[in-house]
T-cell receptor
Framework: GQNIDQPTEMTATEGAIVQINCTYQTSGFNGLFWYQQHAGEAPTFLSYNVLDGLEEKGRFSSFLSRSKGYSYLLLKELQMKDSASYLCAVNPGGGNKLTFGTGTQLKVEL | AAGVIQSPRHLIKEKRETATLKCYPIPRHDTVYWYQQGPGQDPQFLISFYEKMQSDKGSIPDRFSAQQFSDYHSELNMSSLELGDSALYFC??????????????FGEGSRLTVL
């Protein structure tokens, strides 16, 4: 089976940095993805890691350690609009379908 | 840029009725995925199609069926609806042989409410 774990909720202050962790145990691995989802809206792609290390993309960075089954999403210079659910998803291979974690609801406060 | 189009955006049905959701993928995307997202839950993979053939099957109930047509649009048919089928249904598309493996482009979703 597939198991992807994330914290349920996090709260952070505007302008600060927040790290959202994700651990996974899947039958295969062909990449880890982070998606952002505002309430009632479609998930939108943020980042992708297939090799170990850090991928930086503006205010967002994502890290992967395949040996540890671990990833994190780092959000810098937080803005109120970053309040959303952040979904960790794994491509277990054999196609492009994704298995999603339960998502981390991030609340950014003043 | 063109996005994934889903219709209807909202649908209200009674128990035991049927419903059909439609999805039009991004042009030149040949793979379509259907996901179901219940309130406060993560998206659950239902089924996918590549070049009009079913490519993968997830937790899709037997009461549901889907297909992809020659113009690559897809339809999800749901019969004998139950209260638990109330959810957001997302369609996503991807170019199977190009791009980041697994980067899915999601539509805005169809919200089904079963009364």
């Amino acid at each position: 089976g597939q198991n992807i774990d994330q914290p349920t909720e996090m709260t952070a202050t505007e302008g600060a940095i927040v790290q959202i962790n994700c651990t996974y145990q899947t039958s295969g691995f062909n990449g880890l993805f982070w998606y952002q989802q505002h309430a009632g809206e479609a998930p939108t792609f943020l980042s992708y890691n297939v090799l170990d290390g850090l991928e930086e993309k503006g205010r967002f960075s994502s890290f992967l350690s395949r040996s540890k089954g671990y990833s994190y999403l780092l959000l810098k210079e937080l803005q109120m609009k970053d309040s959303a659910s952040y979904l960790c998803a794994v491509n277990p291979g054999g196609g492009n379908k994704l298995t999603f974690g339960t998502g981390t609801q991030l609340k950014v406060e003043l | 840029a063109a996005g994934v189009i889903q219709s209807p955006r909202h649908l209200i049905k009674e128990k035991r009725e049927t419903a059909t959701l439609k999805c039009y993928p991004i042009p030149r995307h040949d793979t379509v995925y259907w996901y179901q997202q219940g309130p406060g839950q993560d998206p659950q993979f239902l089924i996918s199609f590549y070049e009009k053939m079913q490519s993968d099957k997830g937790s899709i109930p037997d009461r549901f069926s889907a297909q992809q047509f020659s113009d690559y649009h897809s339809e999800l048919n749901m019969s004998s609806l139950e209260l638990g089928d109330s959810a957001l249904y997302f369609c996503a598309s991807s170019p199977r042989l190009a791009g980041v493996a697994g980067e899915l482009f999601f539509g805005e979703g169809s919200r089904l409410t079963v009364l």
